[in-house]
């Protein structure tokens, strides 16, 4: 019975190192691919090698990658702080103020998520034509122009609402009779307490808009403008790629996300899961 | 929450009508957005759909585009292409992660959090990234193949991006290998709301764990799957990122999707944005009809 019970353990652990080993192969390629030459890459070789160095001098004097992650920075960190702002208002309003009118538009809202980026694509393009002939700032081929259509998501907005159910409420009647108007119980009372569903949906919000591909590739044309999946897309689709090069250009843009998935992991998990509560 | 009493509500009267318009004034804003960026496009969509051509000289064509769809060999073959991946990958990698989720909930596991980090880390990738690393995985010469032909599972390379069978196998890898552990934290969650004592009491009664995990498991965790799968069918219908940089849609068109053809329609080829727009409808279409079958599935058996 003992032998049989260890049996299962020891099973049980190979069947899960296996597993994670599978998950992890693909980093640990990619980790040593840096250190090779573009051949070796593509011959599969799992040794570290000597062409660190010389991957990272390609990288930087080939490519346009800093000048991308300088643009994904602007566009994700940007993005991040103004749709969190813009969509905990909704989020709040709707589950502070609830009237029927209210509940109408915001399952109107909720559908919208339903709806596929791909059959948006071609109207918002056109939109954003029309856009940069009155205020070329926003329009085609500007940063501002890949933020604008997720100043406020359908997901946040949902995001916001679920978890303002928690929030409790007898703080705001406090606040008003200490003399806040409307807006202060928001700012000074409501964004301070919800501490933690502001950080949990500012990850995924940067998360998903570092990434983001298809939007920045439809509207952005100069390659000055280029945000960091741009480029390491063009980079892949080069006639003469350099794939040490390119694995490292790889490596450098994962950095910042894994960073932010390692030092705030709760806060991650919480943004995760915390629309089907 | 009660409703405050009425005459509270009289007397501060004027107080709660400002208070109802300052309500309004939070949801406006964010609406005006939705409204400009969602709902304003998809109408648009709908009248584009009806015009053919791109820019100024739109010619409006009725239907014309719908019937062409049916007509359109590379529509045909995006759809169905859209629907191998949907039809293979979402139960392959919902299964997964449901198993996943089963054993790294064991309580007397160690390293508990190393392996749920690693089966997640995928996650964290862009798309793009993970696509990239994928295709040189799986290149002819590349690792993958060595590997199987040092265990003497193939004798010759297999052409994973040359091949129309093998692209499509390989891009059904490459997005569980990104997705299963993203799922498998929402299963992780909702494991936590179930009372061990059932486990306990079934383990009494004589249940093995497999039939635990079809019997207790799977019913109990339904509405989480309902949701993941939804969540899954949406974005397996607008998967674009992977075949664009992993296979470029290709060999010929064995793994281009419905957005690709999209993209392809609107900014490749000569620009059809009201064929396009088209075509659009249809994954709009599709979303909507699988995910009331998935409702009425995932409520059925109640």
């Given at each position: 019975?003992?032998?049989?019970?260890?049996?299962?353990?020891?099973?049980?652990?190979a069947?899960?190192i296996?597993?994670?080993?599978?998950?992890f192969?693909?980093?640990y390629?990619l980790i040593?691919s840096?250190t090779?030459?573009?051949?070796?890459?593509t011959?599969?070789q799992?040794?570290?090698?000597k062409?660190?160095?010389?991957?990272?001098?390609?990288?930087?004097d080939?490519?346009d990658i800093?000048?991308?992650?300088?643009n994904?920075?602007?566009v994700?960190?940007?993005?991040?702080?103004?749709?969190?702002?813009?969509?905990?208002?909704a989020?709040y309003?709707f589950?502070?103020?609830?009237?029927?009118?209210?509940?109408?538009?915001?399952?109107?809202?909720?559908?919208?998520?339903?709806?596929?980026?791909?059959?948006l694509?071609v109207?918002?393009f056109?939109?954003?034509?029309?856009?940069?002939?009155?205020?070329?700032?926003?329009?085609?081929d500007?940063l501002?122009?890949?933020?604008?259509?997720?100043?406020s998501?359908?997901?946040?907005i949902?995001?916001?609402?679920?978890?303002?159910?928690m929030?409790?409420?007898?703080?705001?009647?406090?606040?008003?009779?200490?003399?806040?108007?409307?807006?202060?119980?928001?700012?000074?009372v409501?964004?301070?307490?919800?501490?933690?569903?502001?950080?949990?949906?500012?990850?995924?919000?940067?998360?998903?808009s570092?990434?983001n591909?298809l939007?920045?590739?439809?509207?952005?044309?100069?390659?000055?403008?280029?945000?960091v999946?741009?480029?390491?897309?063009?980079?892949g689709?080069?006639?003469?790629?350099?794939?040490?090069?390119?694995?490292?250009?790889?490596?450098?843009?994962?950095?910042?996300?894994?960073?932010?998935?390692?030092?705030?992991?709760k806060?991650f998990?919480?943004?995760?899961?915390g629309?089907?509560? | 929450m009660?409703e405050?009493?009425t005459?509270?509500k009289?007397k501060?009267?004027?107080?709660?009508r400002?208070?109802k318009?300052?309500?309004?004034a939070?949801?406006?804003i964010?609406?005006?957005?939705?409204?400009?960026?969602?709902?304003?496009?998809?109408?648009?969509?709908?009248?584009?759909?009806?015009?053919?051509?791109?820019?100024?000289?739109?010619?409006?064509?009725?239907?014309d585009?719908?019937?062409?769809?049916?007509?359109?060999?590379?529509f045909?073959t995006a759809?169905?292409?859209?629907?191998?991946f949907?039809?293979?990958?979402?139960p392959?990698?919902?299964?997964?992660?449901?198993?996943?989720?089963?054993?790294l909930?064991?309580k007397?596991?160690k390293?508990k959090g190393l392996?749920?980090?690693?089966v997640?880390?995928?996650?964290?990738?862009?798309l793009?990234?993970y696509s990239?690393?994928?295709?040189?995985?799986?290149?002819n010469g590349g690792?993958v193949?060595?590997v199987l032909m040092?265990?003497?599972?193939i004798?010759?390379?297999?052409?994973w991006?040359g091949?129309?069978?093998w692209?499509k196998?390989?891009?059904?890898?490459?997005?569980?290998?990104?997705w299963?552990?993203y799922?498998?934290?929402?299963?992780?969650s909702?494991?936590?709301?179930?009372?061990?004592?059932?486990?306990?009491?079934?383990?009494i009664?004589?249940a093995?764990?497999?039939?635990?995990?079809?019997?207790?498991t799977?019913?109990m965790?339904?509405?989480?799957?309902?949701f993941?799968?939804?969540?899954s069918?949406?974005?397996?219908?607008?998967?674009?990122?992977?075949p664009?940089?992993?296979t470029?849609?290709?060999?010929?068109?064995?793994?281009?999707?419905?957005?690709?053809?999209i993209?392809?329609?609107?900014?490749?080829?000569?620009?059809?944005?009201?064929?396009?727009?088209?075509?659009?409808y249809?994954?709009?279409?599709?979303?909507?009809i699988?995910?009331?079958?998935?409702?009425?599935?995932?409520?059925?058996?109640?």
């Amino acid at each position: 019975m003992k032998n049989k019970l260890l049996m299962k353990k020891i099973l049980m652990y190979a069947f899960i190192i296996v597993t994670c080993a599978m998950f992890f192969f693909p980093f640990y390629f990619l980790i040593v691919s840096v250190t090779n030459a573009s051949i070796d890459v593509t011959r599969g070789q799992l040794l570290p090698g000597k062409q660190f160095f010389e991957n990272l001098k390609t990288v930087f004097d080939t490519t346009d990658i800093v000048n991308a992650i300088g643009n994904s920075s602007i566009v994700a960190i940007g993005q991040t702080f103004i749709a969190i702002f813009i969509s905990s208002l909704a989020g709040y309003g709707f589950e502070v103020h609830p009237t029927k009118g209210k509940e109408i538009v915001y399952t109107l809202i909720l559908g919208s998520m339903m709806i596929p980026f791909a059959a948006l694509m071609v109207p918002l393009f056109r939109l954003f034509g029309v856009i940069s002939g009155f205020a070329p700032g926003f329009g085609i081929d500007t940063l501002l122009g890949v933020m604008l259509p997720y100043f406020s998501t359908a997901f946040l907005i949902f995001f916001f609402r679920q978890n303002a159910k928690m929030f409790p409420k007898e703080l705001l009647e406090a606040g008003r009779i200490d003399g806040l108007s409307e807006i202060g119980l928001f700012t000074r009372v409501f964004m301070p307490t919800m501490k933690t569903t502001y950080a949990a949906a500012g990850i995924v919000t940067f998360m998903n808009s570092w990434n983001n591909y298809l939007w920045p590739l439809v509207i952005l044309q100069n390659p000055k403008n280029y945000t960091v999946p741009l480029v390491i897309s063009a980079l892949g689709s080069s006639y003469t790629p350099d794939y040490g090069a390119i694995m490292l250009a790889i490596l450098i843009t994962t950095i910042p996300t894994a960073l932010i998935f390692f030092l705030l992991q709760k806060y991650f998990v919480a943004g995760m899961i915390g629309s089907i509560k | 929450m009660t409703e405050q009493p009425t005459v509270k509500k009289k007397k501060a009267g004027k107080l709660e009508r400002k208070r109802k318009v300052m309500s309004w004034a939070f949801v406006i804003i964010p609406t005006f957005f939705i409204v400009v960026f969602y709902f304003y496009p998809m109408i648009q969509s709908l009248w584009l759909s009806l015009h053919s051509g791109a820019g100024i000289g739109l010619e409006f064509v009725g239907i014309d585009n719908y019937k062409r769809l049916f007509n359109d060999q590379a529509f045909i073959t995006a759809v169905k292409n859209t629907f191998i991946f949907f039809i293979f990958q979402i139960p392959i990698m919902i299964f997964l992660a449901l198993v996943f989720s089963v054993v790294l909930n064991n309580k007397s596991l160690k390293f508990k959090g190393l392996f749920r980090t690693l089966v997640f880390l995928p996650s964290i990738t862009s798309l793009v990234a993970y696509s990239l690393i994928f295709k040189y995985l799986f290149a002819n010469g590349g690792i993958v193949n060595q590997v199987l032909m040092f265990l003497n599972v193939i004798n010759d390379p297999i052409l994973w991006l040359g091949d129309p069978f093998w692209a499509k196998v390989l891009i059904v890898i490459a997005i569980t290998w990104r997705w299963t552990g993203y799922n498998m934290i929402f299963y992780l969650s909702a494991l936590q709301n179930v009372d061990p004592s059932i486990y306990e009491a079934s383990t009494i009664d004589g249940a093995s764990v497999i039939q635990q995990f079809f019997k207790i498991t799977i019913p109990m965790l339904r509405p989480v799957i309902l949701f993941t799968s939804i969540t899954s069918t949406i974005g397996t219908l607008q998967l674009f990122d992977e075949p664009m940089n992993l296979t470029s849609g290709g060999p010929g068109n064995a793994t281009t999707t419905i957005s690709q053809y999209i993209y392809n329609l609107s900014f490749e080829y000569t620009p059809n944005f009201g064929y396009a727009a088209a075509v659009s409808y249809s994954i709009v279409f599709f979303v909507i009809i699988l995910t009331v079958i998935q409702f009425r599935l995932g409520r059925e058996k109640k």
